[in-house]
């Protein structure tokens, strides 16, 4: 066994839940204990829990079954201890001031923070004041800079596929558009790779800016060549040329004032451009619930037992990334704040546009 000085580490989930934790987590208490005779803390939903010092010893987890399980057994929120902080009106202390106590009672050497693109922000922040903190990547979208991929994304892409083709035979049968929504409110690698995936025939994301018109153009060329059915494959996050001329609160302000999501009003604006029957289908939480398939399993449980190696070695604010097929260190100050959206040069975006399929522009 190997020695460190890293002995008692916090373990939180945070932000959606997404196939893989499980396994991450899992791997991580594995690896640690077997490698280094680590110690870990369970934090229970998010930071919520690590404000309020709502903890548990991990060590009568049953890691066995653990793996293949979707979900998280640590529980989640959207919790942002940095985002408007106010005192906690039973203990008077800010929320930094509230972490700050948890690790000291718990006696932690560190904390690893599982999450998407809010998550690592928030655990950059905790490093910049001063936190031993390290982050791994999961979300279903696929955003986060810095890692090719994150856990998550692959079972939900299977997921997505599977939805759409199911919804085909009733849009086949009914003669119709049909619509289908898929998570991603501002990148769209989700829905591009099912909607491929899916032989979809038309695919809206956030970085290409549809035109009504001409998607309702192909839509119609497709039923005059004999089509008489179709499917898009639409991003929650799609955006139509309008909205892409608006500021950043001049576009939230819009969305905020949308009484339907953006499927159903694809699906309204089609049918009055083409006099086609277009109905919309949200896949909804079921793209980031159920258990993980084995690709999500074996990376998570890739990136969680690295993460054990990361806490020996002190590698301290760094994401546990996948690049090129190896596991790497990524700043937290780098993924902070942004996303990673589909580049003009993808070659799945250009595979689907050899396919035939229109992204509306």
Avoid at 8 to 17: Q, W
Avoid at 233 to 248: T, V
Avoid at 342 to 356: C, F, K, N, W
């Amino acid at each position: 066994m190997k020695t460190t000085s890293v002995k008692t580490v916090g373990i939180l989930t945070s932000g959606g839940d997404a196939p893989g934790l499980n396994a991450a987590i899992r791997a991580l208490c594995v690896a640690g204990k077997n490698k280094y005779g680590m110690k870990f803390v369970g934090i229970r939903n998010g930071y919520r829990g690590l404000i309020d010092n709502d903890v548990f010893k991990m060590d009568k987890v049953d890691f066995e079954r653990l793996a293949k399980e979707g979900g998280t057994c640590l529980g989640t929120s959207r919790v942002k201890p940095f985002k408007n902080p106010v005192p906690d009106p039973k203990t008077g202390l800010l929320p930094v001031e509230g972490i700050k106590e948890t690790f000291k009672k718990n006696k932690l050497d560190a904390l690893v923070c599982l999450g998407g693109n809010g998550t690592n922000t928030t655990a950059s922040l905790l490093s910049e004041a001063g936190f031993n903190v390290i982050g791994l990547p999961k979300t279903i979208d696929n955003d986060i800079v810095g890692t090719d991929e994150s856990f998550g994304f692959q079972t939900a892409i299977q997921v997505a596929t599977e939805g759409i083709e199911a919804i085909r035979t009733t849009a086949r049968s009914h003669h119709r558009v049909m619509v289908v929504e898929i998570m991603g409110h501002k990148v769209g690698w989700l829905g591009l790779y099912a909607g491929l995936a899916a032989s979809a025939d038309a695919i809206l994301l956030p970085e290409i800016p549809y035109d009504i018109k001409k998607l309702g153009k192909f839509i119609k060329a497709r039923k005059e060549s004999g089509q008489d059915y179709a499917i898009i494959a639409c991003s929650e996050g799609a955006i139509n040329l309008e909205e892409a001329k608006l500021g950043k609160k001049e576009f939230k302000k819009a969305r905020e004032a949308m009484t339907q999501s953006v499927g159903y009003r694809v699906a309204k604006e089609l049918e009055e451009e083409t006099g086609i029957e277009t109905r919309t289908s949200v896949l909804g939480y079921i793209q980031r619930g159920g258990n993980p398939k084995p690709y999500d399993i074996i990376l998570a449980t890739t990136i969680g037992a690295a993460a054990a190696d990361f806490l020996a070695d002190k590698q301290f604010g760094k994401l546990v990334a996948m690049k090129g097929g190896k596991v790497v260190g990524v700043p937290l100050t780098t993924v902070a704040g942004v996303v990673k959206p589909i580049p003009e040069d993808d070659p799945v975006l250009h595979t689907a546009r050899d396919m035939g399929i229109s992204f509306g522009d």
